[in-house]
């Protein structure tokens, strides 16, 4: 379906690609990932030629389509792209977004792109607002009827630009369902994203992408638990690593919590492990610890989990003076800590730091 080699892209000084080399077969699912910064998004906007490359070939169903003579506009009809930034026309309703292109560009009859706009947008669960405009959806929303309207070209590949990037946590779940489902019936796409959990689950490859090139190809088994390559190893450990700091009474206690869930949702914890985390941040750190704390308050949390062992080990860090846990007079805090952990130390007080430190183990 597509064959990329020596693929190359220099900004000026800047080249974030250096040597791409691949051939993607009908069907796969592809997810993209690696550090910020790595080409990720450029090797995608090359595919379909929304960047000029400066060096290499690109051949996609059978057609060269790095060569100048190559009618692009005919290639990307095969190839829908969906943005981070959803680019819904403001002022069209959702299903004159999804109209649009089949009438315009495919000839389709009206009556025939209403009547699959409004099929497109009942699978993306958006029935109901086929009237409505983008300023009136949530970006969930806007991001599902986006994709609608990349089905509604026929696309035979899709190129999905961290698709999820832009929305709030609570809404990632129901974009992702609906990359799941065409997953499932068999669409060829390659998925630029940072949800490494749903990378593993919906992917029949996975590309890490460092140093230009596409560093390790594999399966989402030999990648998440098996890598070969000591930068993919390193990649994979720090995405297991959780770090938060809380510097006041007033500090967003919902906002972290939500940290602490997508933390998990994309790194593949268990939901139980997540569940416990959070737990222990809400009894421990604002139950016991904050009341106890000097006005300048100081919390570190560092979360590290272990797939090979299924568990996590949370160290808590807190100014003041010493104080273990142990002995806190809120007993009903106390006795859900150790309900939500398999282990509680307190490694005791350093006096030149003036930092406590506890450190606890989380299991299923």
């Known amino acids: 379906m597509i064959r990329v080699t020596h693929l190359r892209k220099e900004y000026g000084s800047v080249t974030p690609l250096k040597d791409i080399n691949t051939e993607i077969k009908k069907g796969e699912v592809i997810s993209i990932i690696g550090p910020s910064g790595t080409g990720k998004s450029t090797f995608l906007r090359c595919l379909n030629l929304l960047e000029t490359p400066t060096g290499g070939e690109i051949v996609i169903d059978g057609e060269r389509i790095t060569d100048k003579a190559c009618k692009i506009h005919l290639v990307r009809r095969k190839m829908g792209m969906v943005f981070q930034g959803f680019h819904l026309f403001s002022h069209m309703t959702m299903i004159e977004n999804i109209m649009a292109g089949p009438v ?10 209403y009547e699959r706009g409004m099929e497109l947008l009942r699978m993306v669960g958006l029935a109901d607002k086929a009237q409505a405009f983008a300023d009136e959806l949530s970006g969930g929303q806007k991001q599902r009827a986006a994709i609608a309207r990349t089905l509604s070209m026929e696309p035979e590949i899709i190129l999905f630009d961290e698709p999820t990037s832009a929305l709030d946590p609570t809404m990632v779940g129901e974009v992702l369902a609906v990359i799941r489902s065409l997953a499932g ?21 996975i590309f890490y992408m460092d140093q ?33 700091s809380i510097d006041s009474r007033d500090f967003d206690f919902i906002g972290m919590n939500s940290r602490i869930e997508e933390y998990g949702r994309r790194h593949l914890i268990p939901q139980k ?34 797939q090979e062992q299924s568990c996590m080990q949370l160290k808590v860090q807190y100014n003041g ?29 350093s006096g030149a730091e003036g930092t406590n430190t506890v450190v606890l183990e989380i299991e299923e």
């Open 185 to 205: 019936q068999g669409m060829t796409m390659l998925i630029v994203t940072h949800e490494m959990k749903f990378a593993r689950d919906v992917s029949t490859r």
């Open 273 to 306: 492990i997540i569940y416990r985390f959070q737990e222990i941040f809400e009894e421990l750190c604002v139950q016991i610890l904050l009341p106890l704390l000097p006005e300048e308050v100081s919390v570190q949390m560092t979360a590290a989990y272990s």
């Open 321 to 349: 003076p010493a104080f273990d846990p142990v002995d806190s007079d809120n007993t009903t805090a106390l006795a859900l800590v150790r309900h939500a952990s398999v282990k509680m130390e307190y490694l005791g007080y």
């Open 212 to 244: 230009g090139e596409i560093y390790e190809d594999g399966t989402p088994e030999q990648i998440f638990e098996h890598p070969r390559r000591e930068r993919t190893k390193q990649f994979i450990q720090r995405l297991k690593v959780f770090t938060a």
């Open 104 to 113: 315009d560009l495919l000839h389709r009859p009206r009556r025939e792109a």
